[in-house]
């Protein structure tokens, strides 16, 4: 996940968790209001109804036309059971139905005089009142309609708020930090452009003090120095290239005529014969820690071109045939091959040659009978080419670094080698998009597979 949609995420949950805490205490605080406001209505319609026992005469008979008239006053639902210090009902708003009440609340007005419950349906408001000498029960019971109706729709209100209010929230952070870190992902894109062939380019630096501007400015800094680091490189890499070949080249031509006069006795001759194998070793060196150093990925892909892989195989073993003239090569199609097969991938015909070149050279120096087969195998996704010889194989435990630099396994033992021929490979492999593993099928076959995807 970027760097935009963790900032914009977090921050729209953590917006919307206080966004959802504060309608849940709109909710809870509407809720206790109006719980509070029907209590104290409750309240005042039984002070009003005291009020009214109170100052009327003939109670039982003014009581009809003072609910009637009044009738304003009257809670939703409303009903009034009014009992004597007797306990017997005097009183009720309730007509032409049969009257129940709960006597145990009676007694339990005794003890406390007032009770009031809100967690029956409907609410009751009781009290125990002394009016001109004689005790009244009052008990009045309701339903807050009108307020529980007014929460419910508060309730949908909120929620449809808070959906509303989490999405914007959601939009916008992702919006404006999209804003905010532009000049980020801006900064990231110049940053990918650069190669080690365009060291020179400057991270534009835009006019500010935010921490943006100071990493491009540090990232230019950076670029400087490596730039610096390259160049003296590769300024030791073309003096390297001058002064160590020219004088090994002029040491192998030396010794070749040196070699070809005829009165050298057999032991100087056979010791002129090793300096000569140990000059070829040292070019063949010289030579690989060059091509480790010359080329990368950006710097060839430019140059990339239509390439048959068998034009490729012979030219290579043309090129190796000079240096071990009794090396045979079988070269054979698989029956597995389609008919479309081209036998053409992309890439550069003469770093493919190095590629097979020294494939062809192991097989030469670690084969028993200086043959080398090859299996080319294209599908319709993948060509695979098989280089398979026949010699000693490489232990398990040494086949996970084959293709490491300066790597020779116990089967190269008094063979001489640089180390770097099949690392140098496997990065050429790379930079054509294709990989290379080595397998024994048998006790004495080496087998290196190469498969180019199409």
């Keep these: 996940m970027s760097l935009k949609r963790k900032i914009a995420l977090n921050l729209s949950i953590a917006f919307s968790l206080l966004f959802g805490i504060v309608m849940l205490i709109i909710y809870m605080s509407f809720n206790d209001f109006r719980r509070d406001e029907f209590k104290e209505r409750f309240r005042q319609r039984l002070e009003f109804t005291t009020h009214f026992i109170s100052k009327s005469k003939d109670f039982e008979e003014e009581a009809p036309i003072f609910f009637n008239e009044n009738s304003d006053n009257i809670l939703l639902n409303e009903t009034i059971l009014i009992f004597n210090a007797q306990k017997e009902l005097i009183y009720s708003t309730i007509k032409d139905r049969n009257v129940t009440w709960d006597s145990a609340l009676l007694k339990e007005l005794d003890e406390k005089k007032i009770i009031y419950s809100e967690k029956t349906v409907p609410e009751i408001y009781a009290a125990l009142r002394k009016i001109n000498g004689e005790e009244y029960y009052i008990l009045t019971s309701a339903l807050d309609t009108n307020g529980k109706s007014k929460l419910s729709y508060l309730k949908y209100l909120l929620v449809a708020a808070y959906v509303m209010s989490t999405l914007l929230i959601w939009f916008f952070s992702y919006y404006f930090m999209g804003q905010f870190l532009r000049p980020l992902e801006d900064l990231n894109k110049e940053i990918s452009e650069v190669t080690a062939h365009k060291l020179t380019t400057q991270i534009p630096v835009q006019e500010s003090d935010d921490e943006i501007s100071i990493l491009a400015q540090s990232f230019n800094t950076m670029i400087v120095r490596l730039n610096d680091v390259f160049q003296s490189q590769k300024d030791f890499t073309a003096s390297a290239s001058h002064e160590i070949r020219t004088p090994i080249t002029r040491m192998s031509f030396q010794l070749e005529n040196l070699i070809k006069l005829q009165q050298h006795s057999p032991e100087t001759l056979s010791s002129l014969k090793r300096i000569q194998q140990d000059v070829y070793q040292l070019s063949d060196l010289t030579n690989s820690l060059l091509l480790l150093t010359k080329f ?30 009794h090396l045979k090569m079988d070269f054979l199609i698989s029956e597995d091959t389609s008919d479309e097969a081209v036998l053409v991938i992309n890439g550069i015909h003469s770093l493919l040659e190095i590629v097979f070149i020294n494939l062809f050279k192991n097989a030469a120096v670690y084969s028993n009978n200086m043959e080398v087969d090859v299996l080319i195998t294209e599908t319709a996704s993948d060509l695979i080419v098989d280089v398979i010889s026949q010699g000693n194989t490489i232990p398990e435990e040494e086949q996970s670094k084959l293709f490491e630099a300066f790597m020779r396994g116990n089967n190269s033992q008094n063979i001489s080698g640089s180390g770097l021929g099949l690392r140098i490979v496997k990065r050429i492999l790379e930079y054509h998009g294709a990989n290379i593993f080595y397998s024994s099928p048998l006790d004495d076959i080496n087998k290196f597979s190469i498969i180019f995807n199409k």
């Design 296 to 325: 990368d990925k950006e710097n060839i892909q430019s140059i990339y071109e239509e390439v048959r892989i068998d034009e490729v195989i012979f030219g290579a073993f043309e090129t190796i045939e000079k240096s071990y003239p």
